[in-house]
């Protein structure tokens, strides 16, 4: 046993699965494909780990992911017919548990997370239209979060928590700056994550506010993004530190070392040899504080370019007084070339074209 909630509700980890099991009646909301939905009669809830294996690929037991939920809770000593649960490639290990409490309310997240390959923008293009035949498939990158309230929430204010947790995984998101793995956009969540809310019936304190301007929203938003950091975090390594790089800031938009690399090689084809020492080379510059906060400026005006907050003149005018300042920094000669083409590819070549050049003058001329 893991933990034992003020509730008496005792958490479990067995068989690559967290399971909380209830001590007496709660109202649950859940996205599960069991019993998904509001619920009363419910007597647990599980997150389970889906991988076949270590590193491997996430395997279906049964034809339909429901049937294969009703099989894991099955094996996990559950009746499908009172518990509800998601499935995730995330290990059990790496799940956060975050507390946060004012006075006799408590909120407690326990959370399983990665969007490193599954990260992406709401409202991204689709990746399958559903029909009767569709069986979904558990994608690596989920998030999968379980709040459990202490107090009693009547079924509108357990409904309006799930948009408070849903708000506090983005807000953890894109302050991470993480990029959608579906568009030049920054993530808001993966494409299957998860909730499981629920609060205790039996309380004597009724709740009828779970949005922002409430204690028990500032809570769960607390909880839930504090929890989500921690598990990208311990998942894959998601953290502050990482994102302080111009690649993985300027990614989503096709900024890479192997797009550096590609259009170098273009120019030289006879250094082809010489890619090892190139990566090797361009790292000591990617991380260079100033060089990430100027590219950090540079990819925000794209994104204000594609969210129509400043016009394409704008835009193109400001970021080219970022790129001499990268000039600067790299000590290269800052050279403007107009080209007849769209904005935004126009602005993310000029980007690359500056690192090409450094690269040029700075490693390629010396090995």
């Known amino acids: 046993m893991l933990k034992v909630l003020e509730t008496g509700d005792k958490i479990y980890k067995y068989n690559k699965s967290v399971i909380v099991k209830f001590s007496g009646k709660r109202a649950v909301l859940s996205t599960g494909v069991i019993n998904g939905g509001y619920s009363e009669h419910l007597t647990s809830v599980f997150n389970n780990d889906a991988k076949t294996a270590p590193g491997m690929g996430c395997q279906l037991k049964a034809p339909t992911y429901k049937e294969h939920m009703e099989i894991i809770a099955g094996e996990l000593g559950l009746d499908p017919q009172y518990t509800t649960g998601m499935g995730t490639a995330a290990d059990m290990k790496n799940m956060s548990v975050t507390i946060e409490k004012y006075g006799d309310l408590s909120v407690t997240a326990l959370i399983t997370g990665g969007i490193e390959t599954n990260g992406g923008r709401v409202g991204d293009p689709a990746s399958y239209v559903e029909n009767d035949e569709k069986t979904e498939k558990i994608k690596h990158g989920t998030i999968n979060i379980i709040v459990a309230v202490n107090g009693n929430l009547p079924p509108r204010t357990l409904t309006r928590a799930l948009i408070t947790i849903t708000e506090a995984k983005t807000a953890a998101i894109q302050e991470l700056l993480e990029g959608s793995k579906y568009s030049n956009g920054i993530a808001t969540g993966s494409g299957t994550d998860g909730v499981i809310v629920y609060s205790n019936l039996e309380s004597e304190a009724v709740y009828n506010d779970s949005g922002k301007h409430s204690k028990l929203g500032e809570l769960i938003g607390k909880a ?141 001329n010396n090995v």
């Open 224 to 364: 839930v993004k504090k929890g989500v950091k921690e598990a990208l975090a311990r998942q894959s390594g998601l953290t502050p530190e990482k994102q302080k790089s111009i690649f993985r800031r300027g990614r989503r938009y096709g900024i890479t070392a192997e797009e550096i690399w590609n259009r170098y090689i273009e120019k030289y084809p006879e250094k082809t040899e010489k890619k090892l020492e190139y990566m090797e080379f361009i790292e000591k510059i990617e991380k260079n504080e100033e060089t990430v906060a100027l590219t950090s400026l540079y990819i925000h005006l794209l994104d204000q370019l594609e969210w129509n907050l400043f016009s394409k003149e704008t835009v193109k005018e400001q970021c080219e007084q970022i790129r001499k300042l990268i000039c600067d920094k790299l000590q290269i000669n800052y050279e403007l070339e107009e080209k007849n083409e769209e904005t935004l590819n126009y602005l993310i070549g000029r980007y690359i074209m500056t690192f090409v050049k450094y690269i040029t003058e700075k490693w390629g």
